[in-house]
């Protein structure tokens, strides 16, 4: 890295530390390029998150940053698979391809990955905007109060739901987009029957868009996730109620709420966002969202491919533009599929067989699970994704990949 004019110039300059930001990293520097992640917070810092992993996460973590130390893990240390409940009392557990997967404590998960990809990290240090000059870019950034300034050859947006960089390349796209409150409090265990090996969630839509328990270092998380606008402790403590009703559990009084708003959404009607010019955007970002609220796997292998595709424009000169969003498609694929209703249906989008669990229950439940799944869609019917995801879909079905030209 070399100074001019009190000016930082590096390669690659990303924004973010979270999996995204780690992946496209570590492709960075191992092909050589000099690389510097920024990040707004002090690291290790705190990530509002389950931490269940796929195993597609799981195998990126092994494959590229080695075996995880138990310094990065919570307890219970893996999570066996996902166990549906619906409002009938029917409940449905699947378990991951390949076995349980690790329970990764953000906070450290992140800061060791981040770690391990070699590249330098400016903590503290906010990114707060760029201007592409058509051969690099330069960029601004704050810290202890005073401005930095960087100048990149490309800029990585990995920034998660701040949509910093996103912001700075389409300053209107933040207002366009359904944001989503998501929120979970800590509570202390007097009795809890959901089986602790498991991540619950409830296909139930008199809770809320999404609703989950799941243990976690001698407590039990409840969340829930709504449409911004509405009462996080109402909603929280309908869901406590009703876990205490109908399943007998037991908590405490609640610690520590955590509220975030999420960017959920881009990765059901294929309205991914990829950047501009010299400036690329991955990760959480992007859209990227797995079902379940999934979004490491997709953060990691986008996080990579935005890597790639700045060493491959590195290398050859061309439009990086072009070169990312080619690359991507398959990453693309893998997300949309897992909202896909024609691939749930005829493919297996995802590394748990929900089908399979689906057999083995007796013809009249199975049918009910099902009806029970359609009803609880029903609840998103004001967002208007219905058509649009089945006509992504079709595309897909018939051309092999999801339309390029809805992304920005
Ligand atoms: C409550 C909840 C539970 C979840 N549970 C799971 C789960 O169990 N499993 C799963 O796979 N996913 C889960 N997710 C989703 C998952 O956390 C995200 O999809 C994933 O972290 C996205 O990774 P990322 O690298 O794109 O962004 P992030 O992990 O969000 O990282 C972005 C980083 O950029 C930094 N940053 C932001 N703005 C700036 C700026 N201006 N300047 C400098 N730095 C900046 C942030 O501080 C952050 O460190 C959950 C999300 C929530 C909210």
């Given at each position: 890295m070399s100074f001019i004019e009190n000016v930082k110039k590096v390669d690659a300059l990303i924004v973010g530390t979270g999996p995204a930001a780690a992946a496209c990293a570590k492709r960075l520097v191992d092909a050589g390029c000099e690389t510097v992640a920024l990040e707004?917070?002090?690291?290790p810092r705190h990530k509002a998150c389950s931490g269940i992993l796929s195993p597609r996460g799981h195998r990126f973590l092994l494959e590229n940053f080695g075996p995880l130390p138990?310094?990065?893990?919570?307890?219970?240390?893996s999570a066996s698979g996902v166990t549906f409940h619906f409002p009938s009392m029917r409940s449905v557990s699947i378990n991951f391809d390949g076995g349980p997967t690790p329970h990764l404590h953000r906070k450290y998960a992140d800061h060791w990955a981040m770690l391990r990809s070699g590249a330098e990290i400016h903590d503290q240090t906010e990114f707060t905007g760029l201007s592409d000059k058509g051969t690099h870019v330069d960029v601004a950034a704050t810290r202890d109060g005073l401005p930095v300034n960087y100048r990149a050859r490309f800029v990585i947006g990995a920034?998660?739901?701040?949509l910093a960089v996103v912001r700075a390349v389409y300053p209107d796209y933040a207002r366009k987009i359904p944001w989503f409150v998501v929120g979970q409090k800590f509570h202390p265990i007097i009795?809890?029957?959901?089986?602790?090996?498991y991540f619950h969630f409830w296909f139930n839509a008199e809770l809320g868009h999404y609703t989950w328990s799941h243990a976690r270092d001698g407590r039990q998380i409840v969340g829930v996730g709504f449409l911004k606008g509405d009462n996080f402790d109402a909603r929280h403590q309908r869901v406590v109620e009703y876990l205490e009703k109908k399943h007998h559990v037991r908590l405490g009084p609640s610690e520590s709420p955590e509220i975030v708003t999420a960017n959920f959404g881009p990765s059901l009607i294929n309205r991914y966002i990829f950047g501009r010019g010299r400036v690329l955007i991955t990760g959480q970002a992007a859209g990227f969202f797995n079902m379940i609220a999934e979004g490491m796997s997709c953060a990691l292998h986008s996080g990579a491919v935005a890597g790639e595709a700045a060493v491959e424009a590195f290398r050859t000169s061309k439009d990086i533009q072009r070169i990312y969003r080619g690359m991507i498609a398959s990453e693309v694929r893998r997300c949309s599929d897992q909202w896909n209703p024609l691939e749930i249906a005829f493919g297996r989008?995802?590394?748990?067989?929900f089908r399979a669990a689906l057999k083995r229950l007796a013809p009249g439940e199975r049918r009910g699970v099902i009806r029970e799944i359609f009803s609880f869609i029903r609840l998103y019917a004001p967002l208007k994704w219905g058509r649009q995801i089945l006509w992504q879909s079709v595309c897909r079905r018939f051309t092999g990949r999801y339309p390029s030209n809805r992304w920005l």
């Amino acid at each position: 890295m070399s100074f001019i004019e009190n000016v930082k110039k590096v390669d690659a300059l990303i924004v973010g530390t979270g999996p995204a930001a780690a992946a496209c990293a570590k492709r960075l520097v191992d092909a050589g390029c000099e690389t510097v992640a920024l990040e707004s917070r002090e690291l290790p810092r705190h990530k509002a998150c389950s931490g269940i992993l796929s195993p597609r996460g799981h195998r990126f973590l092994l494959e590229n940053f080695g075996p995880l130390p138990k310094e990065i893990l919570h307890t219970p240390s893996s999570a066996s698979g996902v166990t549906f409940h619906f409002p009938s009392m029917r409940s449905v557990s699947i378990n991951f391809d390949g076995g349980p997967t690790p329970h990764l404590h953000r906070k450290y998960a992140d800061h060791w990955a981040m770690l391990r990809s070699g590249a330098e990290i400016h903590d503290q240090t906010e990114f707060t905007g760029l201007s592409d000059k058509g051969t690099h870019v330069d960029v601004a950034a704050t810290r202890d109060g005073l401005p930095v300034n960087y100048r990149a050859r490309f800029v990585i947006g990995a920034e998660g739901p701040s949509l910093a960089v996103v912001r700075a390349v389409y300053p209107d796209y933040a207002r366009k987009i359904p944001w989503f409150v998501v929120g979970q409090k800590f509570h202390p265990i007097i009795d809890c029957p959901l089986d602790d090996r498991y991540f619950h969630f409830w296909f139930n839509a008199e809770l809320g868009h999404y609703t989950w328990s799941h243990a976690r270092d001698g407590r039990q998380i409840v969340g829930v996730g709504f449409l911004k606008g509405d009462n996080f402790d109402a909603r929280h403590q309908r869901v406590v109620e009703y876990l205490e009703k109908k399943h007998h559990v037991r908590l405490g009084p609640s610690e520590s709420p955590e509220i975030v708003t999420a960017n959920f959404g881009p990765s059901l009607i294929n309205r991914y966002i990829f950047g501009r010019g010299r400036v690329l955007i991955t990760g959480q970002a992007a859209g990227f969202f797995n079902m379940i609220a999934e979004g490491m796997s997709c953060a990691l292998h986008s996080g990579a491919v935005a890597g790639e595709a700045a060493v491959e424009a590195f290398r050859t000169s061309k439009d990086i533009q072009r070169i990312y969003r080619g690359m991507i498609a398959s990453e693309v694929r893998r997300c949309s599929d897992q909202w896909n209703p024609l691939e749930i249906a005829f493919g297996r989008p995802h590394e748990a067989d929900f089908r399979a669990a689906l057999k083995r229950l007796a013809p009249g439940e199975r049918r009910g699970v099902i009806r029970e799944i359609f009803s609880f869609i029903r609840l998103y019917a004001p967002l208007k994704w219905g058509r649009q995801i089945l006509w992504q879909s079709v595309c897909r079905r018939f051309t092999g990949r999801y339309p390029s030209n809805r992304w920005l």
